[in-house]
Nanobody, 117 residues
Framework: QVQLVESGGGTVQAGGSLRLSCAASGSIFSTNVMGWYRQAPGKQRELVAVVTSGGSTNYADSVKGRFTISRDNAKNTVVLQMNSLKPEDTAIYYC???????????WGQGTQVTVSS
């Protein structure tokens, strides 16, 4: 059983910063992709940023230059540093792990990020 535990959400004013963390526990192959998705009210869940076990990253155009994703392979953790936050970044943020060996996908419970104008 794999569990993803997220932390770090909250409320911040526009222009501020937040740091989201996600720790994965359980049986996950070392070859995987870890990342963050978000879902705003009335909208579909969308990719924010992902990072492979080799360190390659991919970001949504809307967050490039403002968000940074990183991971610690030894600890199975992934961090999303969010700077210059905008009201449109308000959403529930979900941690995601894709195991590239078993092809299973895991989701965290979600953490609320609210950016006030």
């Amino acid at each position: 059983q794999v569990q993803l535990v997220e932390s770090g959400g909250g409320t911040v004013q526009a222009g501020g910063s937040l740091r989201l963390s996600c720790a994965a526990s359980g049986s996950i192959f070392s070859t995987n992709v870890m990342g963050w998705y978000r879902q705003a009210p009335g909208k579909q869940r969308e990719l924010v940023a992902v990072v492979t076990s080799g360190g390659s990253t991919n970001y949504a155009d809307s967050v490039k230059g403002r968000f940074t994703i990183s991971r610690d392979n030894a600890k199975n953790t992934v961090v999303l540093q969010m700077n210059s936050l905008k009201p449109e970044d308000t959403a529930i943020y979900y941690c995601n792990v894709k195991d590239l060996v078993s092809l299973r996908v895991y989701w965290g419970q979600g953490t609320q990020v609210t950016v006030s104008s």
